[in-house]
């Protein structure tokens, strides 16, 4: 297991440094902002090289470097597994009956356990959405759910939530 040292930077970020298997070490920076800054570090008595990326950029990057496959576009069924439970990114459909209603009317998190923990939207995206928001077509949820309650999530958006 590789070891990660975190160190928070007050006003900044926070620095994340590994040291590899052979023997170089690596420092990232996340910046506040969601700028990400990486340096590499041949030899300690050497300045680093650095490397500047944009949040968009880091997430590409992060992606390929974790083996996952990445498409830039809104994903449909993308699933990372976090433990036993996943992020699941579930888009709205114009047609579905929660289009219109509030994320609290639609009670995904009593009836199903998964709770909607972003929205995306072409306008940006919302974190933590307020219960009074109001689904749109073509929203992208972003949830966190157990594996076996992404079917109910997707019958509560097909037919809408239990009277």
């Not at 500047?52 to 597994?81: F, H, K, M, S, T």
Request: aromatic residues 4%; negative net charge.
């Amino acid at each position: 297991m590789v070891d990660v040292e975190e160190t928070r930077l007050p006003g900044v970020g926070t620095k994340f440094t590994i040291q590899t298997a052979r023997d170089e070490k690596i420092c990232s920076v996340v910046h506040l902002d969601g700028l990400r800054e990486i340096y590499a570090y041949e030899n300690e008595d050497e300045e680093p090289h650095v490397i500047v990326l944009n949040d968009e950029e880091a997430r590409q990057l992060g992606a390929i470097l974790g083996g996952v496959v990445y498409r830039p576009q809104l994903v449909e069924d993308l699933e990372l597994a976090i433990k036993d439970l996943f992020i699941e990114w579930i888009e709205v459909p114009a047609n579905s009956p929660i289009v219109g209603l509030t994320v609290a009317t639609c009670r995904i998190r009593s009836t199903t356990g998964a709770t909607i923990v972003a929205i995306l939207r072409d306008s940006g995206a919302l974190a933590m959405p307020h219960p009074d928001e109001v689904l749109r077509a073509g929203d992208v949820m972003v949830v966190i759910a157990r594996p076996d309650t992404v079917p109910a999530i997707r019958k509560l958006i097909e037919t809408g939530p239990p009277a």
